[in-house]
Every structure is written in C-alpha cells, then in structure tokens.
C-alpha cells in the first residue's frame, strides 16, 4: 500500500508524544478534510461567492481583459507575498525590473499553456514553472531542478494525487497542493510562486476557475498574517493545522471572487 500524502497526527493524553488517528488512504485521500470543523461551510461559501463572481456582465463581452488584468493582479499579489513588493501600476506600466516581479509575470503569461498539461504531468509543469519563477535568480544548472532527493519523492506523492482523478473537491486539491509545495520548498529561489501558480492551475484546469479570472493570490496577500500562519500549521499534519489552512484557503478564493468585479467594473468604465 502506497503511502498517504498526509498522516493526521495529535498528541496523545499523556506524555506529549503523537500518535497517528488516520492515514488518508480512502478512496477520495482527501474527502477526510471536508469533515473537519467549518472546512465544508468554508468550501461552500466560497464556491458560492465563485459562482455569482463569474456571472459579471463584463465576462461576456470583456472576458480577455479581465483575465489578463486579473492575471496581472494575481502576479502582483504573488511577488508581494515572495517579499517583492511593487505598486501594480509600475509593474502595468512595464517599468518594474526587480527578478521576482518578472519571474510571477512570466508564469502569468504562461499559465493558460500549461493548464491541459497540469493534471497529466505536474512534475513536468512544476519544473517548468521553477524555470519561468527562478531565471535570473539562481543558477541555470538548478532550474526546474527539486533541491534535494527526499523533496524529489514527495513531489511523486503529490503527483500521483494530482493525476489520479479520486478527489471530489478541487478546491481542496489547490489548498493541498499549495500546502505540499510551500512546507516542501522543494526549489532552489522564489518556490513560493510555484506553490501558488500550481494551486491556481489546480482550480483553473478543475473547472473551478474556468476563465482563470478567480484570484486567490489577491485574499492570501489581504490575509497576509493568516497566510503565514495557516501555512505554518498545515506543515504540523495536525487536525487542527490542517482545519486552519483549509478555512484560510477558501477564504481567499472568496476574496479572489470578490475582486473580480471590481476588475470588471473597472474595465468596463474603460469601454
């Protein structure tokens, strides 16, 4: 039997020592999570608010440009929480050349290529995201490169969630996904990015985000404190760490729906 991508674990009564209650070894690995404490609620307003974000008038006659604005928005939100933190209209003005901020543009360009490509060889697609994030930043000979050969395995382990096509809810495959890569880091430079663009093709390539115009990258930076914390609990595998990042990650896919039109309205007003 394969092993599980997460082992929930808490402390035992006595002694302080962990104990595993259950491997998500089950045949959707992650439908456990949905039953933790408000982590379904939490799902569910977000798919809501998801649903009426894409019924914007400006989606029907405006739908490229609010991608690409979003997109911009997303590779702003993205840089900021790597520590590059740019005004958005220098970076929509071009005159932005910080290696970070160019790294998020790069993967924003090229996230509607990859998204066929996502859930039938992510390894692949993550290396090619290391590659559009680290350029400039680290050594050519370690782009797309995993670090070292533990992180190399448990990026097999995650793949193979990806692939497998068992999980019910993508949302909590782009909330696991991000977690993985953020804890693993498994890329030499801003890995960051590639946590976030690989759970934001997660939930475009789902159908989740169809038109790729949700961005969730825009509620972590406003959450920015709970981001970091909730990704911090999710590397401790515990019930409760695992109950925070979820909640953490649907809200800001709610807020991501919330922005959207504002984007809309806004180009619209452009005409």
Known sequence: MSRPLLIVRVAAARGGRSRVLASLTVTDPLAPL?????????????REQVDTALRHRALRRHGGLVAAEVSLRV??????????VHDPDEVRAGVVTDPVMQGALRIARATGG?????PLAPRQVLARLHVLAARDIVPAAALGRPVDGSAAARLDTLAGL??????AEPLALAAVTHGELLTLRPFAGPSG?????????????????????IGADIGHLARQPEYLGASGAFATGTPDGLRSWLRHYAAAVAIGARELPVVGDEVMSRG
């Open 75 to 84: 590779a702003v939100a993205s840089a900021a929480l790597e520590g590059a």
């Open 34 to 46: 949905l039953r933790l404490a408000d982590v379904a609620d939490a799902v569910a307003d977000a």
């Open 114 to 118: 990859l998204v066929d490509r996502w």
């Open 162 to 167: 990806i692939t497998g096509g068992v999980v």
């Open 193 to 213: 990015l590639v946590a976030r663009a690989a759970a934001r093709l997660t939930l475009i390539s789902s159908g989740w985000d169809p038109r790729g115009v």
